[in-house]
Structures are given as C-alpha cells and as structure tokens.
C-alpha cells in the first residue's frame, strides 16, 4: 500500500515539474531566442540601408575636410 501511494505521489510531483516549470521554461526560451532572432534580422536590414546611405554620403564628401590625427575639429555652439 505504501509503495502506490509513493508511485502516486511521484507521479504527481513529475506532473507538476513538467506542466509547472520545464514546459513553461522552454516556451520562454523559445519565444526569447525567435524574439532575438527577428531583431538581428531587422538590424540586418537596417544595417544594410545605413551602410549604403554611408558608403553615399562618403562618396560626397571632398578629401581636404578629413582631419587626420587623434583630435576632431570642434565647434562650440551658443544656445
């Protein structure tokens, strides 16, 4: 009698472990990487059109404006 009722009382707290926190574990995990995944997507994306915008904009710019060196030209402006 003693062993059903420890077989019963396994088999509970399994249930509950299973139902109560792996299976919520893994479904937040799941969401969280598919959640990831789409935003490296959109900075990819993203990443890709500023790049171009840069890499135009770049083109533009004439030679003699590039500083060369360890400080950048700078303009205190007056509010």
Known sequence: MLKYIFFIFLAYFLYQLIF???LPVY????????GFREMQERMNAHGQSAS?????NHQSTPE???????YIDFEEIKE
């Not at 479904?27 to 598919?34: A, L």
Request: proline fraction near 0%; avoid cysteine; charged fraction near 35%.
């Open 20 to 22: 109560k926190v792996i």
């Open 27 to 34: 479904r937040t995990t799941r969401q969280i990487k598919k």
């Open 52 to 56: 171009n915008y840069q890499q135009t």
């Open 64 to 70: 003699k404006n590039k500083q060369v060196g360890d």
